[in-house]
């Protein structure tokens, strides 16, 4: 009887299996990395009409606005406000600009992919406020854009045009005529 028992639990065992079937985790979805070209803020202290005024132009990554593409990277457009302030503190100009207020002076590629690059003041002419503005290829190491004169006359009037004009030290000593940077 000792002998029955033995046989009963030995059939009993269960063959351990050693193989183990799971499933293999999908891999993390790659979100692609959008960039900003970079923000910045230049404050400019400006002799104008026998006024002192301060201009201020402060770029930055906007994530609201459709984004600009260098063909490979994919980069967040910017907006750019544009101040100028009176020695007094008070506002004389605020504006916030994207590269839609310059559709009108720029290609179709241009627009479509590329970026509001800059606002920077140039200098003062007679009643008007001349700055430098670029559409263009939002990498940095690119020389593709569109180069652009915004103008700002003493009734806070804006007009923008083609610049056509080489940047050399002669066009700041011409006549301001036409009124090229």
């Not at 009993?12 to 070209?37: E, F, S």
């Not at 103008?151 to 083609?162: A, H, L, S, Y």
């Amino acid at each position: 009887m000792g002998l029955a028992l033995v046989m009963v639990s030995s059939c009993a065992k269960k063959k351990t299996d050693t193989i183990i079937i799971t499933k293999k985790p999908a891999p993390a979805a790659h979100k692609p990395t959008i960039h900003k070209m970079g923000d910045y803020t230049q404050t400019r202290p400006v002799a104008w009409m026998g006024n002192k005024y301060t201009v201020e132009s402060s770029l930055a990554a906007d994530d609201s606005l459709p984004l600009a593409s260098d063909g490979a990277t994919r980069y967040y457009d910017n907006r750019i406000r544009l101040r100028i302030v009176r020695a007094d503190g008070s506002e004389f100009f605020s504006r916030s600009f994207t590269k839609s207020f310059f559709r009108d002076y720029v290609d179709d590629a241009s627009y479509r992919d590329g970026a509001l690059l800059g606002i920077v003041f140039v200098r003062a002419s007679g009643n008007r406020l001349l700055f430098a503005a670029s559409v263009g290829n939002p990498d940095k190491s690119s020389d593709e854009y569109v180069p652009l004169v915004l103008r700002i006359d003493n009734f806070g009037n804006v007009t923008v045009f083609k610049d056509t004009r080489l940047d050399t030290e002669s066009d700041t000593q011409q006549d301001d005529e036409d009124d090229g940077v």
